[in-house]
């Protein structure tokens, strides 16, 4: 079989697509070739571009009502013989989307096509034979994360990848598309750890109402036996910003609370990736408050299905993270929450938002908006922004991370957060004030904004953190 070598040029923002394609076997050293449009630049419009046997693939959102990324196709000939990025309605889809099936990413081989999938929540790959056309579905468990291996063979008859979950460490799998068989090649091992007992461990997953009748996502992971009697210590944790998913993969520090009793809980609200795009453009610009709402919501489900007791719950965010748990579970609805967890939390919004000399304003205001040009979204970021509203009243317990090297979050913005939070929090009343109104705040001089290179960092950090909330809830509490 034939094999045109193409080279393809794109061009991506947060928010659109460009990409243009170059036919090498049509260019020379004495005849240079110009690069023709295969998809033109349209607001909002994204797209990731491969090339299989005589066509094109790509995943985009064009077109789509439900916003969520679609497969299609477009044959060799129509782009040879059509004209530059007029190319629209000649694309044939081949997966269609919906709001609950998220296309992440695909792989492409000589014989087949490997996509890889949320569907409602669920990670699976499809593979596609091209000779068949017939798609065959692979998957491990009702949640984790399925990402591609290192396949470098473009002949090949296999592929591999690998699976995580938050009760199972790496997993490397091969799949023959011939057979349809996978197998196991090798489970990794944590060196000194005590190993993880898959069916030790229990997963609930709801559909929470949210304040409009939107059903929010949410999973708790606890160790099989425990009643959940609402005596239950548990960590929420959330997102919802740029279309980015909370990780559903293996944390050995959350697996080792797990062993003593904790429950573990995941709200994907609106602004995150877990729905897709459409579930992404819910959380964002005016309609940014989904997210605080949603994760109000999934506290009090928690607390009205009697898995835990506000003095028993805790929240954690990282990065823009820790806008939405800093907003939510201090300023929203402190009395909800006995502890936050911030790491190098976005919390004074408003202020770096008309900063532009800090290096993410102006992709920052795609996903906030611009409070230089419109007064709208200034009062409205205004509204929303940790720092901005920070008031006279009793605040959960909080531990905060600070890294002095992180270019996206300045540190100077998060100490400046913690000084007015002293200045303004009342002195502790629902529970013992442990030193300087519950607030700690830890300085790392490493690390950066993504946290240490090295585990053994990055587990202490992990277990100081449930050091410290173990501690604050040591006492027995009026449940």
């Given at each position: 079989m034939w094999i045109r070598t193409l080279l393809m040029i794109s061009s991506n923002t947060k928010e659109d697509s460009e990409v243009w394609v170059i036919d090498r076997e049509a260019a020379s050293c004495d005849k240079i070739q110009s690069p023709k449009l295969l998809i033109p630049r349209r607001e909002g419009v994204k797209a990731h571009i491969d090339h299989l046997r005589d066509y094109f693939v790509m995943i985009t959102n064009h077109g789509v009502k439900s916003k969520n990324y679609k497969l299609t196709t477009l044959t060799d000939e129509v782009f040879n013989n059509g004209s530059a990025g007029a190319f629209n309605d000649k694309w044939e889809d081949l997966i269609h989307s919906n709001e609950g099936f998220v296309i992440a990413e695909f792989?492409?081989?000589?014989?087949?096509?490997?996509?890889?999938?949320?569907?409602?929540?669920?990670?699976?790959?499809?593979?596609?034979?091209?000779?068949?056309?017939?798609?065959?579905?692979?998957?491990?468990?009702?949640?984790?994360?399925?990402?591609?291996?290192?396949?470098?063979?473009?002949?090949?008859?296999?592929?591999?990848?690998?699976?995580?979950?938050?009760?199972?460490?790496?997993?490397?799998?091969?799949?023959?598309?011939?057979?349809?068989?996978?197998?196991?090649?090798?489970?990794?091992?944590?060196?000194?750890?005590p190993q993880i007992v898959r069916n030790q461990f229990e997963c609930k997953q709801f559909l929470v109402p949210s304040h409009d009748g939107e059903e929010v996502p949410m999973n708790i992971y606890y160790k099989k036996g425990i009643n959940l009697d609402r005596r239950n210590k548990t960590l929420l944790e959330g997102y919802g910003a740029y279309g980015l998913s909370l990780h559903q993969s293996f944390n050995i520090v959350h697996t080792s609370a797990m062993e003593k009793g904790w429950v573990i809980a995941q709200a994907f609200v609106r602004g995150g990736g877990e729905k897709g795009i459409y579930w992404h453009e819910q959380g964002k610009l005016a309609k940014k408050p989904n997210s605080f709402k949603d994760f109000i919501a999934c506290a009090e489900y928690l607390i009205a299905q009697r898995i835990t007791h506000p003095n028993l719950l805790a929240a954690k965010g990282s990065s823009a993270g820790g806008t939405l748990v800093a907003q939510a579970c201090m300023n929203m609805h402190p009395e909800l929450f006995r502890a936050c967890l911030l790491n190098v939390p976005f919390l004074d919004v408003l202020s770096c938002l008309v900063d532009e000399t800090l290096p993410l304003t102006a992709t920052d205001h795609l996903e906030f908006g611009n409070p230089i040009t419109d007064e709208k979204v200034y009062q409205l970021i205004n509204s929303f922004s940790p720092y901005e509203n920070l008031s006279k009243r009793e605040y959960p317990s909080i531990l905060m991370n600070v890294s002095l090297t992180d270019p996206r979050v300045p540190h100077w913005t998060n100490l400046k957060f913690i000084e007015k939070l002293r200045d303004m929090a009342d002195a502790p009343q629902r529970f013992p004030d442990f030193g300087g109104k519950n607030i700690v705040v830890r300085l790392n001089k490493e690390g950066g904004h993504f946290g240490a290179l090295d585990n053994d960092t990055n587990l202490a950090m992990g277990t100081f953190e449930f050091a410290w909330l173990d501690y604050i809830m040591f006492k027995k509490q009026n449940i």
């Open positions: 792989d492409c081989f000589k014989d087949f096509l490997a996509v890889y999938i949320k569907n409602q929540g669920r990670p699976e790959l499809l593979v596609q034979d091209l000779t068949t056309r017939e798609f065959t579905s692979i998957s491990l468990d009702d949640v984790g994360e399925i990402h591609p291996g290192l396949n470098q063979d473009y002949d090949t008859k296999s592929l591999r990848f690998s699976f995580s979950s938050p009760f199972t460490y790496n997993q490397l799998y091969e799949y023959n598309h011939q057979t349809k068989a996978k197998r196991l090649i090798k489970e990794y091992k944590l060196a000194g750890s």
